[in-house]
């Protein structure tokens, strides 16, 4: 066996550019600009297709030219069109490339700290991570270990790995993780016992990353694939199927303690391996120390950016969908409804088993649309005629049937439902429809789908697009709520005084202490709520537990209702007391329900319940991100008055460091101050009737609506 | 592939280096160009050029280009 330290040395883990000028983490921040109009705003501006956009650039062309760093921003949307080969080579350059130089090039440009260990060389994963991160907007910033000192990387505070300040720690298991502490002769049960040992030091190794790593981060293990050259040494056919099912334990054991809001992730290599990626090369392993294949790490490569960006939040929200060919087998236009087929036949059937995953989607708070070249009357009827097919009309949010550009479409479905258009997942199989989105709607998520409809499964859930950390009930309550939002729309588009609309709506409003099980809901409110969100400080559930359960902080949620329906958990107050008063740290609200005087009520209600409670003043905080520019009046629009710094500046932590633990906004952001001295406190809307609580002690304040 | 300057071509094409064909003689620690990590890669992208595996434990020992064509191509 070859030392791998003979093998020629990777010359720099972290280029020490970046290591010097890489600024501290940055917030937590979707990228993601400022959010689609509401409905009732005009229609968006025409927007270019694919024949007037240029040829697209691809990272080839960049690297040849040495613009990569200059550039950067342009390549999301080159590896957004990439296949296998042109991911596999953007990876080596941009691996390559200093990230020093890219943020010196862009400052804004959003990024993660990486840190990798494991048990072997695990320094491969690298390019295909960097490709993949870049291909979802997110400039990796990366430690490199392992090489088997990953047990002292995670077990020792002062570790190079923790001086990274990781934001999220791979920890790569190879398929010799447990083999290595079995001694020959074994048997089952000595397999049992190592995998034992090796389960509990992986439990104390997260515990310890829990502590050391920056509040927030992340932990990834991963189950490890059983190798036949393992299995097949026992040569007893009851003692091989032992191993293998104890080797499943370990792993079910594994899975079992992933929980990626509290800081461990596990992700399942058996899919990944079942697809037909081999794990391993023994012979790279025998005189490398690099025990899993490329082919592995680079499926766990990709698999590790979709949790990156699910664990930021940056989730897609709605999947729009073509018809012909997409959706169903046949062209509406020249066979009609009558020669349609998602049954039936043997296309028919691959097209309706992919008509029940995306109905599975929105079982789980996917938002459905249809944007499709056809005239409206067709699509509706054949929507309504096929009550064979797994999808009818009432799975659809809104259809856009018209014969205009897609990417117009696409923009127009975001609209209507008050979400970016960034925030959509587009699926088509013709290529000049994906073009078009592409050029587009820059930032959506556009699936190839091709002629074989039985592929159409796999091609759309490749890139995890709609991966979350935790589904939550408001995830799955998410698609009725936003049909109620519709019926609101289409009540006020008939109401002629919107002030008589807005008493008629019957609006409640709940603000009170988070419990438990609220806590990741009022996460994803902070990670996914851009436009009003006041700070941008995006927290994790563990995080808001501590928040809810602290002596001197709260958290409290917002929940509103209308004569439509409950909306549920719209909003989250995060804040904390002292003796100078209360501070308010973000208010967060969901764009569903901005609009309605709910932003009013909740301040009115926070500062009357700070003065019912004897506080001396109620503090706020503005600071600037991508999209929360219009909130800068937010707080003297209620009576704040602007101070130059917050309470007790100069002596207390700096004006940009946010709640403790949390992800905040970059230095030098552009933040302001406010106080409120509860003198003359704004009347709640008098539409709104708002029952407001600050703790759960305190016994039940009714705070009267005045006009 | 013929000669060690397809080889190198290879990784220019695959690695996104810049070697040149002077380069084929340097010990790999001297290139400014290379990085440990491209060995494993190359070895993969050896065998599927040449539709036959190489000698994998020779090849990482190489110490140069040429050595690597020599064990890998010319064997």
Redesign the interface.
Known sequence: MVDPGALPPRRSRTPASARVTAPAPTPMSTPVPAQAPAPAAPAPAPVPGPASAPAPVTVRDLHARGELAREYPAVRGALARAGGRELDFAGRVLAQLDPGAVLAAHPGTPRVRIAVTGRATVGEVVPPLTAQAARHGLLVLPYVGGGGGYVGELGNPASALYAHEPEVTLCVLDPLTVWHAVEEPWQPLDVTVAAERQRKLLGELAAAHAAYAPRGATLVLNTVPLLRRFTHQLTGLAQRAELGGLWREFNADLLYMSDPGAGLAVLDLEPLIASGVRADDPRLGAYADAHCTTALLTAYASEAAHLVRALRGAAKKCLVLDLDGTLWDGVLAEEGPEGLSASGTLRGAAFGAFQRTVKQLASQGVLLAVCSKNDPEPVARALAEHPEFPLGADDFLTVVADWGSKAQGVRTIAARLGIAPESVVFADDTPFERETVHAGVPGAAVVPLDAEPALHIEHLLADGWFDTPTLTDEDRMRPSRYTQREERARFQAGATDHQAFLHSLDLRAEIAPARDHEAARLAQLSLRTNRFNLTGTRLTPARVRALAEGTDSLALTVRTADRFGDDGVIGAVFARIDAQGLHLENLVLSCRVLGRGIEEATLSGLLYAAQAAGLPAVHGTWRRTRANAALAALYPDHGFRPTPGPPGAGAGPPASAGPPGATSGPPGAEEAHFRHDLERIPPVPAHVRLRLRLTEAEVETCTPSRT | MHTVEDLIALANQ???TALAPHDAGAE??ELED????????L??LLESELGRPVP??EV??ARSLRDIWAVAVAT
């Open positions: 695959h690695l996104g790999l620690t290379w990085d440990s990590v491209h060995l494993l890669r070895v993969a994998v434990a990482l020992q």
